[in-house]
């Protein structure tokens, strides 16, 4: 583990923005945060509450080219080869990528996603400043063990940087101010993590997180998902701004000379009115209430399945913010069918 003073950080960041790989960090965009291209170290802001989305998009970007073809020819994937430093991550938004990792190497392999993040250098942070509709405390995700190249924790005067990694390690030599982080350094990067690990809890649920597929496995016909839904405005801003939502819809556009083309995808989202419509137009889920449900089943019992029982919310209170009629609060649907239905 190193330190570095608060002075040499900012130099550590320079020397990162001055090498041959892309930084992208969280800036201030007005009262808010976001991740963007960094341009100099004063603008990172390793304080801020939340970002509007999460870096998702670094890995899984909007909108991506797969490949480009000619009709009944050559086709060619289109592979992102662009080096990029990933600075400040949280520990929830990063377990939602180490869980996106998981989904996208198994079954079937996702070059596309899989290139670019072996490209990305991972730069985590604990958090500093609580949302306002955090709960990661709740979902046991304030806190992260894996999936970082380094985690910098600040600790008042400085920072300590745990550079865990081969990747890690070789960028840590544009910080030669580093030193070995003290016993009493430890400590205080300890208690920060013991803090976040209860305190990150804005919206207490109230049973442990690996009860949730239990707990849905009971409620598929209750009433809460239509009373909910009532109010959907079916605007998919909760599949949006979710770091755990990664559903892509596949287009292909073909070119004016009709002998070539190219295949891309999407961001789409399970909220979305046509979001399940099929051929024949058909839509399988075309009431509001089985989709706002399907939202929270993903979530909770249909990706803990997959991957060994981890639940695809990190806690991080986006789609809380994000939902104009107030609906699409995990917390406070889990805690009220634990109410009206009990545990088992
Ligand atoms: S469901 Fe909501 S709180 Fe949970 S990870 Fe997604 S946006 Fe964050
Ligand atoms: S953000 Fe709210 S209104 Fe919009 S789709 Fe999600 S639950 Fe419905």
Request: aromatic share 10%; net charge neutral.
């Amino acid at each position: 583990m190193w330190k570095l003073s608060k002075k040499d950080f900012q130099k550590f960041v320079t020397a990162m923005i001055g090498s041959d790989q892309q930084v992208v960090g969280v800036q201030a965009k007005g009262d808010r945060f976001a991740f963007g291209p960094l341009e100099q170290s004063e603008d990172l802001r390793l304080d801020y509450d939340v970002t509007l989305l999460p870096p998702k998009k670094y890995v899984l970007p909007q909108v991506e080219t797969l490949m480009t073809y000619k009709i009944g020819g050559d086709y060619q994937s289109e592979m992102a080869s662009e080096k990029l430093i990933l600075l400040g991550v949280h520990p929830y938004d990063l377990i939602a990528i180490n869980q996106m990792d998981k989904l996208f190497s198994q079954d079937q392999y996702d070059n596309h996603y899989m290139a670019r993040r072996k490209n990305i250098t991972m730069i985590a942070c604990d958090v500093v400043t609580p949302s306002q509709n955090v709960f990661a405390s709740s979902m046991g995700t304030a806190v992260v063990t894996e999936g970082y190249d380094i985690l910098i924790t600040e600790i008042g005067d400085g920072y300590v940087l745990d550079a865990a990694t081969d990747k890690g390690k070789a960028l840590m030599k544009l910080a030669p101010d580093a030193t070995e982080a003290s016993q009493d350094d430890l400590a205080k990067r300890k208690a920060v993590q013991d803090k976040n690990r209860t305190q990150l809890n804005k919206h207490p649920l109230e049973c442990k997180p690996s009860y949730l597929p239990k707990l849905l496995e009971r409620a598929y016909d209750h009433p809460i998902w239509e009373e909910k839904a009532r109010t959907c405005y079916s605007c998919g801003s909760c599949n949006t701004t979710c770091p755990t939502c990664y559903c892509f819809d596949v287009q292909d556009d073909v070119n004016w000379d009709l002998a070539t083309g190219k295949r891309w995808r999407a961001w789409d989202g399970c909220l979305l009115e046509n979001f399940a419509t099929v051929a024949g137009n058909h839509n399988f889920r075309k009431q509001r209430e089985s989709r706002f449900r399907h939202r929270l089943y993903r979530k909770a019992k249909y990706i803990p399945e997959k991957i060994g029982g981890e639940i695809a919310c990190v806690g991080c209170g986006r789609c809380i913010t994000a939902c104009i009629p107030d609906i699409a609060n995990p917390v406070a649907i889990y805690n009220a069918l634990l109410e009206d239905i009990g545990m088992e």
